[in-house]
């Protein structure tokens, strides 16, 4: 197989810097509103595992941050690392 044309392909697949829009950076800490960090640490507290606060809170209704999975895994995680160094 000969690599002649790899230059070509990979030019194909960058974006333009030009053309790039601004997004600036948001925290994902900071789209989950206080009263759902709080319910979420409480639950922590109790011992719920990550997968029953996330099943409880889209059962609820709580909207949740824009993520590709509502309510998953870094979302939690991250509310619980924060309250965890706030405690100590």
Same mark, same amino acid.
Request: net charge positive; proline share 9%; aromatic share 12%.
């Given at each position: 197989m000969r690599l002649s044309n790899a230059k070509q392909? !990979?030019?194909v697949c960058k974006?333009?810097?030009r053309?790039?829009?601004?997004?600036?950076?948001v925290k994902l800490i900071d789209q989950i509103p206080e009263s759902t960090q709080e319910m979420i640490w @409480?639950?922590?507290?109790? !011992?719920?595992?990550?997968r029953q606060m996330s099943a409880t809170l889209i059962? @609820? !209704?709580? %909207?949740? %941050?824009p993520m590709t999975v509502p309510w998953g895994d870094n979302a939690i995680r991250v509310?619980?690392?924060?309250?965890k160094n706030a405690s100590l």
């Open positions: 392909i !990979g030019s974006r333009d810097q053309k790039r829009e601004y997004r600036p950076m @409480l639950w922590y507290q109790e !011992g719920m595992t990550r059962e @609820l !209704g709580v %909207p949740g %941050p509310v619980i690392e924060k309250y």
